[in-house]
């Protein structure tokens, strides 16, 4: 299943313009406020109409403005979760839920009600109204509701963003299990949380100003040093994988990456399981020899594949790590004193305490 | 208290004209309220000021403009008449005709607003999840906008019980045939010694009036409950 996006909208001076497909998996379009995110997600879902282009899923036309097609919101079976869930006041959130399973098309198949409820925590909540559930209660029946549609796809439109920090690590678990397999539907996941999409997503589009800044695995795109100014320094970092190979006693664990071991606090996830550390590119200190002496144990053998200066005094540093790619910023004049330079092999240190619990994610 | 045969044949037309005016009224002033709340199209505010007229115009005005039109010999009741053999003018149904465009901009009124109050996002949803217009029409649009549908049929029907002016010009006031509540209290006024029948009548259009007002009441407290968090989308 793909869907392939090539469409333009010009929304007064502002403008729309980009061509990406979205393979299966979780896609995540990253843009800040304005860039055109929740325009794109709507053309997909048929709520907006663009100016020209097409949209295909699979080879299914959802829109064509060269044929004249433009299939209809409801005939799309675009499983839409919005920012704000959008639930049906009116009704209880077992009717919520049944609202979906009874427009999915005659004939369907996917998880049932209790399946649903069951998956996404919801059996104490059946007969509560929507003005008595919390904020994330809602996005997850909101959730349940769109996958009883028995959607081709899911779209996301920030669906985290109304939530705060604990409500959000509640809800990111269940968005985890939607993506590893129960359903193994595509999904279009909007965001302007970097640290949502580093746990969540398998391909990643930057979207700016309405044009696609960069695009390709989530593993590429967050190494990139290029896409440093477009996410912001402070969220800006690569994501690396790991296998849990101890959980010690006194709370730190020990995960063991392509290049060596780290030792992480607060890891969740049980012992095998491979999970994803998103590393802020500003937590990652660069050694030309291998330093010792340091509080932090966590030290990676690295090779500098590229530099990136910028305008500023800083530079972001992409490095091979075995494989995987990390991403460093560093500044400039550190850049010039360690000679550091394409190809050099050199050491880097990870600050154990950055890597937050919300960021380990399978 | 005791109503004598002419008193109790206006009540029981003017419950006849009020029910059926209320009822012929309501889808089209739904769909009427319905276009001015979502649609824009050419010529809207020609039909809002249409429908609005009859609440701004004197009644008696509304009144000969509905004999001039729909009377006999009137371009609308010509054709009527011709086609159909209907007659409005001076006719029960004409006192209907009356009581619809005269309830008319209320029940817009009430309806439109409760519409505008609706997310159209609640909608979009709907949408998203599968649900044809008409589906989403039915089950999410109209279970929200019901306070407002009601609180329309309850003005309307009061306004039909209660419309004097339009409805003796156009129909006159004939005992047993066109003669409403208000038409016979005005007629029993005007009789020496009429005061008795024109008050037993008064008191019977409070009691009408009143207990619509809180069938009413009870009905929007009910609805009111059944869709608890009628709040949008927080």
Known sequence: MSLDINITKRLGKFTLDVKFTAPNGVTAVFGRSGAG???????????????????????????????????????????????????????????????????APTGSTGPSLDEVANLLGLTDLLKRRPTDLSG???????????????????????????????????????????????????????????????????????????????????????????????????QAGAVLQAIVTEHGEDGISTLKTKAGTLELPGVAAGVGTLVRL???????????????????????????????????????????????????????RAVQDLDLATGLDCFAVIKATSIAATSIGR | MM???????????????????????????????????RRQFYG??????????????????????????????????????????????????????????????????????????????????????GAKPASVFISITLPLIAPGILAGTIMGFAKAIGEFGATITFVANIPGQTQTLPSAIYSFLQIPGGEGRAIALVLLACVIAITAVALSEWLAQRVAKRIRGNEGDT
Not at chain 1, 72 to 98: C, E, I, S, W
């Open chain 2, 3 to 37: 109503l004598d045969a002419a008193s109790w044949d206006a009540l029981r037309l003017s419950l006849l004209v009020a029910c059926t005016a209320t009822i012929a009224a309501l889808p089209i002033a739904l769909w009427v309220a319905w276009l001015l709340a």
């Open chain 1, 37 to 103: 995110k929740t325009t794109l997600i709507n053309a997909v879902a048929g709520l907006k109409e663009p100016d020209s282009g097409h949209i295909t899923l699979d080879n299914t036309p959802l829109f064509d403005a060269a044929k004249h097609i433009k299939l209809p919101t409801h005939k799309r079976r675009m499983g839409y979760v919005f920012q704000d869930a959008r639930l049906f006041p009116h009704m209880d959130v077992t009717q919520n839920l049944r609202f979906g399973l009874l427009h």
């Open chain 1, 136 to 234: 994330g209660e809602k996005q997850r029946v909101a959730l349940g509701r769109a996958l009883l549609s028995r959607p081709k796809m899911l779209l996301m439109d920030e669906p985290l963003a109304a939530l705060d920090g604990p409500r959000k690590d509640n809800i990111l678990p269940y968005l985890e299990r939607l993506k590893s397999g129960v359903t193994g539907l595509p999904i279009l996941y909007v965001s302007h949380a970097l640290d949502e999409i580093a746990r969540l997503a398998d391909q990643l589009v930057i979207l700016s100003k309405g044009k696609i800044a960069s695009s390709g695995s989530i593993f590429d795109v967050l190494a990139d040093p290029a896409i440093v100014p477009l996410v912001g320094v402070r």
């Open chain 1, 278 to 332: 998103h590393v802020l590119a500003q937590d990652v200190i660069l050694s030309r020899k291998r330093p010792t002496g340091l509080s932090s144990v966590n030290i990676l053998p690295v090779t500098v594949k590229s530099i990136r200066t910028g305008d500023g005094p800083g530079a972001a540093i992409n490095l091979d790590v075995a494989g995987d790619q990390l991403l460093a910023r560093v500044t400039a």
């Open chain 2, 44 to 129: 809207k505010a020609l039909l809002s000021t249409l429908v609005h007229l009859p609440l701004v115009l004197p009644p008696v005005v509304t009144g000969y403009f509905l004999l001039m039109i729909f009377g006999r010999y009137g371009p609308i009741g010509s054709f009527l008449y011709d086609v159909f053999g209907i007659t409005l003018a001076f006719r029960w149904t004409g006192a209907v005709l009356a009581a619809v465009i005269m309830g008319f901009p209320l029940m817009v009124r009430a309806m439109r607003l409760a519409i505008e109050a609706v997310d159209p996002k609640l909608e979009e949803a709907a949408a998203t999840l």
